[in-house]
């Protein structure tokens, strides 16, 4: 019964607490804004929130029973005190935020609160963001507002004065992790995906991308050939890199992946070996990290970084990326 609330609680522990210290206290503010980027767990605290609110046995105080009439309603999403505003194409209109002032003007049908949720709320038009701030300015005892977002900077700073603002973090890399192994990602992606993004929904994207497995592939073959035969490395670039790597961003994606080879040689280094994310090659890569000063280590991760950053400033990315396999030879070879 607890296993949702506990499972938010989890990846966001500091707003989970406070959504229960203001139930516990008898504090619950009239509007609240979840903001944050997506994948967080923002539309899940906040279904998860309203069951607390509405639940007719709820739990220590504030855990939803999820068995109760009220939890059952909102979990099939027809409970007629709780009602859910999405865009309406690309924006949110006036027209719904007036029906819904119009449907809270009425009393409660079945609970003691009326609880309304916006998702994508940085999407009303300007029209709706009024007649939103009009609808705040006059808050009723027993309604409860729960807006929701990615881009809190587009919503009106009248409408954020009247809200608790709740920011939720991105995901850490081990929940990451962890969410990526349970929905059945191999151990090398779930290890590697993490450092690419802080989104479960992109994750799971990027995992079931044939070009990612692909672009890992090569990546390592570029290191492997810097290692074997310096001199081949150039045409390496030219007969496999970029044929695959072809979009700036494309390219960016793939400096990412050769600079955590390299920061799993400075584990290894480090008797880390643990968080190394290119499991399968950590054999190979404790024989290259033996023949590399930590000085030489930092260097070349240095060389990617300032490859990464040129690459944002429009260089062009043969030539960068020329520079850069020049640059990672200089006592690379160990044969």
Same mark, same amino acid.
């Given at each position: 019964?607890?296993?949702?609330?506990?499972?938010?609680?989890?990846?966001?522990?500091?707003?989970?607490?406070?959504? *229960?210290?203001?139930?516990?206290?008898?504090?619950?503010?009239?509007?609240?804004?979840?903001?944050?980027?997506?994948?967080?767990?923002?539309?899940?605290?906040?279904?998860?929130?309203?069951?607390?609110?509405? +639940?007719?046995?709820?739990?220590?105080?504030?855990?939803? +029973?999820?068995?109760?009439?009220?939890?059952?309603?909102?979990?099939?999403?027809?409970?007629?005190?709780?009602?859910?505003?999405?865009?309406?194409?690309?924006?949110i209109k006036k027209e719904q935020?007036?029906s819904l002032q119009e449907e809270?003007?009425?009393?409660?049908?079945?609970?003691?609160?009326?609880?309304?949720?916006?998702?994508?709320? @940085?999407?009303?038009? =300007?029209?709706?963001?009024?007649?939103?701030?009009?609808?705040?300015?006059?808050?009723?005892? @027993?309604? =409860?507002?729960?807006?929701?977002?990615?881009?809190?900077?587009?919503?009106?700073?009248?409408?954020?004065?009247?809200?608790? =603002?709740?920011?939720? *973090?991105?995901?850490?890399?081990?929940?990451?992790?962890?969410?990526?192994?349970?929905?059945?990602?191999?151990?090398?992606?779930?290890? $590697?995906?993490?450092?690419?993004?802080?989104?479960?929904?992109?994750?799971?994207?990027?995992?079931? !991308?044939?070009?990612?497995?692909?672009?890992?592939?090569?990546? =390592?073959?570029?290191?492997?050939?810097?290692?074997?035969?310096?001199?081949?490395?150039?045409?390496? /670039?030219?007969?496999?890199? #970029? &044929?695959? #790597?072809? !979009?700036?961003?494309?390219? @960016?994606?793939?400096?990412?992946?050769? #600079?955590? $080879?390299?920061?799993?040689?400075?584990?290894?280094? /480090?008797?880390?070996? !643990?968080?190394? &994310?290119?499991?399968?090659?950590?054999?190979?890569?404790?024989?290259?990290?033996?023949?590399?000063?930590?000085?030489?280590?930092?260097?070349?991760?240095?060389? $990617?970084?300032?490859?990464?950053?040129?690459?944002?400033?429009?260089?062009?990315?043969?030539?960068?990326?020329?520079?850069?396999? /020049?640059?990672?030879?200089?006592?690379?070879?160990?044969?």
């Amino acid at each position: 019964m607890t296993e949702a609330w506990n499972e938010i609680a989890d990846i966001q522990p500091t707003i989970m607490g406070m959504l *229960k210290n203001g139930m516990l206290k008898n504090r619950v503010a009239h509007a609240y804004l979840f903001e944050g980027e997506k994948g967080v767990g923002k539309r899940e605290a906040s279904i998860i929130f309203a069951k607390s609110l509405l +639940c007719e046995q709820q739990i220590d105080g504030y855990l939803p +029973c999820e068995n109760c009439k009220n939890c059952k309603r909102i979990n099939s999403g027809n409970h007629p005190d709780v009602h859910l505003i999405e865009p309406d194409g690309l924006s949110i209109k006036k027209e719904q935020i007036k029906s819904l002032q119009e449907e809270f003007s009425k009393k409660s049908v079945e609970a003691n609160r009326k609880i309304y949720m916006i998702f994508n709320a @940085d999407k009303m038009s =300007v029209q709706a963001a009024n007649s939103l701030l009009k609808f705040l300015e006059e808050p009723s005892s @027993d309604t =409860v507002a729960i807006l929701v977002t990615e881009q809190i900077q587009r919503i009106l700073p009248t409408i954020l004065s009247r809200c608790q =603002v709740l920011s939720f *973090k991105p995901l850490s890399p081990a929940v990451l992790k962890e969410k990526l192994i349970n929905q059945g990602v191999n151990i090398q992606d779930s290890s $590697i995906i993490p450092h690419l993004t802080h989104n479960f929904e992109e994750g799971i994207r990027i995992s079931n !991308e044939e070009w990612f497995a692909q672009a890992q592939k090569i990546v =390592v073959k570029l290191y492997e050939v810097l290692n074997q035969n310096p001199m081949k490395a150039l045409l390496y /670039l030219q007969e496999e890199w #970029f &044929v695959h #790597f072809k !979009e700036r961003e494309q390219m @960016d994606r793939s400096l990412d992946l050769l #600079f955590l $080879i390299y920061k799993d040689l400075l584990y290894i280094q /480090l008797d880390k070996r !643990e968080l190394a &994310v290119f499991q399968n090659k950590t054999g190979e890569f404790e024989t290259h990290a033996l023949h590399l000063s930590q000085r030489r280590l930092a260097d070349c991760m240095g060389y $990617i970084l300032e490859a990464k950053r040129k690459l944002l400033s429009n260089t062009n990315p043969q030539l960068l990326m020329e520079q850069l396999v /020049l640059n990672l030879q200089e006592g690379s070879s160990f044969v």
